[in-house]
């Protein structure tokens, strides 16, 4: 097929569903959860496209009821990495010359089988598995991914457009975009069902071929999203899917001399641990590996005492207890005025009264329970520490239940001290530390929010007075990667707000931009000499 220059369709943000009562997508999603509830399906790893089944089985399990298993997983080890990169190889050869306009093609009809057929699916999955409310799915596993494979067409046509400027006679300058050498080793979290696809589709996208090693607890969707790039005419061993033992999977991954990079999101431990075991083996790769690392956060508010207090407490409650806490942009930490604290306190007490948990095929719940095991006891002992403490007390909230589900109370925590365990630490669940500072103090309040925490990934300040937030905003300048102004600090949109942080929360690579695309690309500029000299000698060099 001609590798002539074309243009994709203009993206536009994919119009969220609301489920609201008598909805027809309300009515199709819950025909979908009861179906797919009723049956425990075996999910083999995809190499190459053939379906892998390597009887060490592990249980793809609800949160919000432990009990009740959706899924068997069959789980990799060290061979089967090998397996997959002699596929990806294989896969290269000719995925990384096809002309992207058809690489395009796959993910744009990715998108509209999202958009229709595949949409409750994948909510459905996201739900079941990773405990997301109908809400929360449809954000993500719906919208947020059509979006990135949508923006991400557009993205890739910017950077192959991107030419040199001036070719002067008798040359033509011009670059050409090459896919990296080797394998990409997509490393994906839980929360979010839309980053897991974007880890492993926008280096795709340009040519790549990957491997996919998914979170333990969110295989299940991970699955179906290989189903749905089957769907959508993704070559054989494009992406392998491998889920199974972090390490040991890690370590055969990280160790090949075809690892062309890393594309992570997850604690900032593990990245590190990631950085280190690349740098002790550089020498043994073909190439340097691109390392895009999305890692942790400890996002704040911070309050003028200008604030609109109704405006800021719907903030906290939304942005600290949506899909409880577990985002990587979660509000946990937050500066408000003494001045208007109490007002702002009994908003929020009376919201969070309201808030419903359970299980989340029941849509009138506002969230569902954490992940796991290790995250309950992670936010329980965050919870009993603050009931021992002389210097912080439990506002709102604090009860928990793992009989049923792993169920985590929405919790409000009050500090005199800025250096609060829980004002420092993040915990990736529905707890919110609340630090009431003197408005007398801005100043140097303002310095506590930006050196308490290691991390740098979202925030928000809320004022009324321009220069108030001006100054705020200032002075917080590297305190986040995303900011957000008289808002939550999370709900980026893909097209609107390009998501990534720094410090210790990553490279800031902003998934849904085209910083991110060019990560996964390599150029080579060509020049081409139409008249080429005969003659050696230059100007300088012959007789006057």
């Given at each position: 097929m001609s590798n002539a220059f074309y243009k994709v369709p203009t993206p536009q943000n994919e119009t969220i569903l609301n489920y609201a009562p008598g909805s027809a997508e309300r009515a199709e999603l819950k025909a979908?959860?009861?179906?797919?509830?009723?049956?425990?399906?075996?999910?083999?790893?995809?190499?190459?496209?053939?379906?892998?089944k390597t009887g060490n089985l592990a249980d793809c399990v609800m949160p919000h009821n432990h009990k009740k298993v959706v899924a068997r997983y069959h789980q990799a080890d060290a061979s089967h990495v090998a397996q997959a990169i002699e596929a990806a190889a294989e896969a290269w050869k000719t995925w990384s010359e096809m002309p992207w306009q058809e690489r395009a093609g796959v993910f744009l009809k990715a998108a509209e089988l999202l958009a229709g057929p595949y949409r409750q699916v994948l909510n459905a999955a996201t739900m079941m598995s990773q405990g997301k409310?109908?809400?929360?799915?449809?954000?993500?596993?719906?919208?947020?991914?059509?979006?990135?494979?949508?923006?991400?067409?557009?993205?890739?046509?910017?950077?192959?457009?991107?030419?040199?400027?001036y070719s002067p006679a008798p040359t033509w300058n011009r670059s050409e975009h090459r896919a990296l050498e080797g394998f990409i080793f997509a490393i994906t979290p839980f929360n979010f069902t839309a980053i897991a696809a974007n880890l492993c589709a926008s280096p795709a996208m340009m040519g790549n071929v990957v491997l996919w090693k998914p979170s333990d607890t969110a295989v299940y969707s991970g699955y179906h999203i290989m189903k749905l790039w089957h769907e959508a005419g993704l070559p054989d061993g494009v992406i392998?899917?491998?889920?199974?033992?972090?390490?040991?999977?890690?370590?055969?991954?990280?160790?090949?001399?075809?690892?062309?990079?890393?594309?992570?999101?997850?604690?900032?431990?593990?990245?590190q641990y990631l950085w280190k075991s690349i740098g002790d083996n550089i020498e043994n790769y073909r190439s340097y590996p691109r390392l895009v690392g999305e890692t942790g956060g400890k996002d704040f508010i911070f309050a003028h005492e200008s604030s609109d207090v109704q405006a800021l407490a719907v903030?906290?409650?939304?942005?600290?207890?949506?899909?409880?806490?577990?985002?990587?942009?979660?509000?946990?930490?937050?500066?408000?005025?003494?001045?208007?604290?109490?007002?702002?306190k009994k908003r929020v007490g009376a919201m969070m009264a309201e808030l419903t948990m359970g299980d989340v095929s029941d849509f009138s719940n506002f969230m569902g329970a954490v992940i796991d095991q290790r995250s309950f006891d992670k936010c329980s002992a965050y919870i009993a520490h603050a009931r021992e403490a002389a210097d912080a007390e439990i506002a709102f909230g604090g009860d928990t239940d793992g009989s049923t589900g792993f169920f985590v109370q929405p919790t409000v925590i009050e500090t005199t001290n800025p250096h609060y365990k829980s004002m420092c630490e993040e915990i990736f669940g529905p707890i919110l530390t609340v630090y009431p500072y003197?408005?007398?103090?801005?100043?140097?309040?303002?310095?506590?929010?930006?050196?308490?925490?290691?991390?740098?990934?979202?925030?928000?300040?809320?004022?009324?007075?321009?220069?108030?937030?001006?100054?705020?905003?200032?002075?917080?300048?590297h305190a986040a990667g995303n900011f957000y102004i008289n808002d939550k600090p999370t709900g980026a949109v893909v097209g609107q707000q390009p998501f990534g942080g720094g410090r210790a929360s990553g490279t800031n690579d902003k998934a849904g931009s085209r910083l991110n695309l060019l990560k996964w690309t390599s150029a080579r500029s060509i020049k081409e000499n139409f008249v080429p000299p005969h003659q050696h000698p230059y100007p300088h060099m012959l007789d006057s």
């Open positions: 979908t959860l009861e179906k797919m509830t009723a049956e425990t399906i075996e999910i083999p790893l995809i190499i190459g496209g053939r379906e892998v409310t109908c809400f929360q799915a449809e954000i993500d596993s719906a919208c947020e991914l059509i979006d990135f494979l949508r923006f991400n067409t557009a993205y890739m046509t910017e950077i192959y457009q991107d030419q040199p400027l392998n899917f491998i889920p199974g033992p972090p390490q040991e999977i890690g370590a055969a991954a990280l160790n090949h001399r075809d690892l062309a990079g890393v594309h992570f999101t997850g604690s900032t431990k593990t990245f903030a906290m409650v939304r942005g600290a207890f949506e899909f409880s806490g577990q985002k990587c942009s979660a509000a946990s930490r937050a500066y408000v005025p003494s001045t208007i604290w109490p007002e702002v003197d408005p007398a103090k801005l100043d140097e309040t303002l310095e506590l929010c930006d050196s308490t925490s290691p991390y740098a990934l979202t925030g928000a300040i809320f004022g009324r007075d321009r220069g108030d937030l001006v100054k705020m905003a200032d002075r917080l300048k």
